[in-house]
């Protein structure tokens, strides 16, 4: 199976910043990965799909790049409403495989 | 608006089986794949299964293939899934998802599945 590593596990962060975080795939799935954000008690959403196309309606302080095996997706300028765990998804292969989440959290 | 509202969950025991149910709308239910994806409490995502818009193919992944049975009415606009021989491990949130540019890109609110004697 593919597996996706996200890191960080967590990252402590303050409004108004810029956020990276990672998604490494075990190997190559071109540009098939998707980016989810999840907020406490809700169903996750989807940001970005093809590594780097924002989805209908996602902000655009939301981007996506990468492919191959390293993708990356960038928060600029942090709001409270970001606060969540965002999984990466590889849709090259099957089965599906998330990564384990990147939670922000606030500083 | 897209809505995918899921049926079904409960508490069940180990060896069981339960079936959910995801009546779809909002969208031409009949053009787009289905999936269920879960997450156990405190967790990550796992895909679960996936049905082609026709109902005629259906992928799982090794961890629920042979127990589980993804299925589609499409005259009825809803989404199954078949869950036999349930284990602990299975216990998770089940969500009905869309695929259209991405394999899930419109999410359901989810229903409970408990697997405890």
């Known amino acids: 199976n593919t597996v996706m590593t996200q890191s960080p596990t967590s990252m402590f962060i303050s409004v108004g910043d810029r956020v990276t975080m990672n998604c490494k795939a075990s190997?190559?799935?071109?540009?098939?990965v998707d980016w989810y954000q999840q907020k406490t008690g809700q169903s996750p959403k989807l940001l970005i799909y093809g590594a780097s196309n924002r989805y209908t309606g996602v902000p655009d302080r939301f981007t996506g790049s990468g492919s191959g095996t390293d993708f990356t997706l960038t928060i600029s300028n942090m709001q409270a409403e970001d606060l969540a765990v965002y999984y990466c998804l590889q849709y090259n292969y099957n089965p599906f495989t998330f990564g384990s989440g990147t939670k922000l959290e606030i500083k | 608006e897209v809505q995918l509202v899921e049926t079904g969950g409960g508490l069940v025991q180990p060896g069981r089986s339960l079936k959910l149910s995801c009546v779809a709308s909002g969208f031409t239910f009949n053009n787009y794949w289905m999936s269920w994806t879960r997450q156990a409490p405190g967790k990550g995502l796992e895909w679960v299964a996936s049905?082609?818009?026709?109902?005629?193919?259906?992928y799982y992944p090794d961890s629920v293939k042979g127990r589980f049975t993804i299925s589609r009415d499409n005259a009825q606009n809803t989404l199954y899934l078949q869950m036999n021989s349930l284990r602990s491990e299975d216990t998770a949130t089940y969500y009905c998802?869309?695929?259209?540019?991405?394999?899930?890109?419109?999410w359901g609110q989810g229903v409970m599945v408990t697997v405890s004697s």
């Open positions: 190997q190559n799935v071109g540009t098939n």
């Open positions: 998802t869309r695929g259209n540019l991405s394999p899930f890109d419109y």
């Open positions: 049905i082609t818009n026709s109902g005629g193919s259906t």
